[in-house]
Each structure stands twice: as structure tokens, then as C-alpha cells.
């Protein structure tokens, strides 16, 4: 019961009054123990939170906490150059790219798509990524192709630390038509 005492005075800041440890309850200074697996966790949940999410595309239902007065000349919505598809035929494919992968559910990113198909990307179903012929393909038949392929890698880093979002060609790759994605026509 003493021994409980003191810890509670301890710890509660009145240790002046009770008077110092004996030599056998002196506590040692905690050194901090690394655990790889514990500071991997900790670093991928702060890049998961730095990653762009969803809710981050859904600028028009935000309201902000302390709205403040800006100028007449400030823009109160986007500007209409944005949905043109005209722009999207100026834009590298990188843009096309951001817009489709990071503009879900938008007319940006059905333009984006139609873009790219329009420029002889196909979208893969399985992989959920955008191929394009390298070579004409070795083998055709009527459910497959195979061939060398540039697709374009999206993700920004990989679980084996490898950086994306760059283009990557695959050798002898099998691309099957039942993954293509075809359901947007594109004219010329």
C-alpha cells in the first residue's frame, strides 16, 4: 500500500512531499525501442492520408468553416474552358491521365477518356490502367493479342518502394479483348 502511495504521488506531481525514491524504485528513462514493422505502419498510414482521396473531387458540396469576403474579380466557379473538350485534344497525356485517375465520376474525366482513345489508348479492365500498341502485335486471334505494349503506370509509389505514374513497356504481354474496356465510342 506505501509502495501504491508514492507511485500515485509520483505521478500526480507531489514527489516534493513524499521524499525521494529508494534506490530500488528509481525508474530508468524509457529508451525508445525502433520496431521496423511498427515505423512502416506509421509512415504508410501518413502517406495513405497524403494521398488524394475521393472527398478530395468533391469541391462543389464543400462549405468552409469561416468564409471570408474575396473580390468581384476573384472566380465564383470554374471556368467553362474546363469542361471544352477542345482543350483536352491541347493537353499532354499526362493531363489526360491526372484528369481520368483523379477526377472520378466527371465530365473531366469522360473527356479525358475520350482523349485518349481518340490518341489509340485502350483502357484495361483487369489491370485499370491505359495500354497502347508498342509493335503490331505477334500473335492476333479472335479473343487475345499479344505483343509489346507501353501502359502507363499510375501509381504514384509501389509497395516495393518503386516510384509510378510513368510509362512502362511490357514484352510479349496478353492483352484480351474481354478486358478491353469499350462501352465509349469515340468518333474523329
Not at 48 to 65: C, I, K, L
Not at 88 to 117: G, I, M, N, S
Not at 135 to 141: D, G, H
Not at 154 to 176: P, S
Request: some cysteine; aromatic content about 14%; proline content about 8%.
Amino acid at each position: 500500500q506505501i509502495l501504491e502511495d508514492d507511485a500515485a504521488a509520483v505521478r500526480s506531481g507531489a514527489a516534493a512531499a513524499v521524499g525521494p525514491l529508494p534506490q530500488d524504485l528509481q525508474l530508468n528513462p524509457a529508451q525508445p525501442v525502433f520496431n521496423a514493422a511498427a515505423a512502416r505502419q506509421i509512415l504508410e498510414a501518413a502517406y495513405m492520408r497524403a494521398m488524394p482521396q475521393q472527398s478530395d473531387t468533391d469541391w462543389r458540396r464543400y462549405r468552409p468553416r469561416h468564409p471570408v469576403s474575396v473580390p468581384p474579380s476573384y472566380p465564383r466557379a470554374p471556368h467553362e474552358v474546363i469542361d471544352n473538350p477542345a482543350l483536352f485534344r491541347k493537353v499532354d497525356p499526362e493531363c489526360l491521365f491526372f484528369a481520368f485517375y483523379f477526377q472520378p465520376d466527371t465530365y473531366a474525366q469522360y473527356l479525358a477518356a475520350h482523349e485518349l482513345k481518340r490518341q489509340s489508348w485502350r483502357f484495361h479492365k483487369h489491370h485499370n490502367a491505359w495500354f497502347q500498341r508498342f509493335t503490331e502485335p505477334t500473335v492476333t486471334s479472335e479473343e487475345y493479342e499479344q505483343g509489346a505494349y507501353v501502359y502507363f503506370d499510375y501509381n504514384i509509389v509501389h509497395d516495393d518502394l518503386q516510384t509510378g505514374w510513368c510509362y512502362r513497356r511490357k514484352e510479349a504481354f496478353t492483352f484480351r479483348y474481354d478486358a478491353l474496356e469499350d462501352e465509349l465510342r469515340v468518333t474523329s
